[in-house]
């Protein structure tokens, strides 16, 4: 078997076949290299002005090496081998779209650092239970200012068990019964 692309190897070409510097891109494709890309490398550091960064449809195991993308909003890793949401604390405060499907992700723990996120597509993981940590986002500020925000998270989530460490008590409601 051929051995896996390193991510310098995938940036050395990229910048052969665009004719651009990885350093000054703001949107860089390393999707579905041949050999595929297996360990997200500290060569990741050099993409300093990267707004957008796609690594799908490789090996990867573990999202490492971040900490250079000061500027990163949109990260896609879907079809990867990862399991975990950790190693996303350095583009905690920049990234606004996760994109993070068909992965073997089994917990969102790690999910919490990301204050801005707006965006999350993560299918056809192996989560089995809800348990999300909101506190320090604009969405979640905005809902506990107007007191709200545990009855619009679990409205928007019915299965939701557990909401920023608290496990939430759904009311059965009764329609019949007259009582406000």
Known sequence: MAKATTVKEALTKWEEKSGEKVSDTKAIKL??????????????STLTNCEKLSLSTNCIEKITNLNGLKN???????????????????????????????????????????KNLRVLYMSNNLVKEWDLVFVGNPLEEKHSAEGNWMDEASKRLPNLKKLDGTPLIKQEEDEGDGES
């Open 72 to 114: 990163l909003r949109i990260l896609s890793l879907g079809r990867n081998n990862i399991k975990a949401l950790s190693g996303l604390e350095a583009v905690g405060d920049t990234l606004e779209e996760l994109w993070i499907s068909y992965n073997l992700i089994e917990k969102l723990k790690g999910i919490q650092c990301m």
């Open 31 to 44: 999707y579905g290299q041949i050999p595929p890309i297996e360990k997200m490398d500290a060569s990741l």
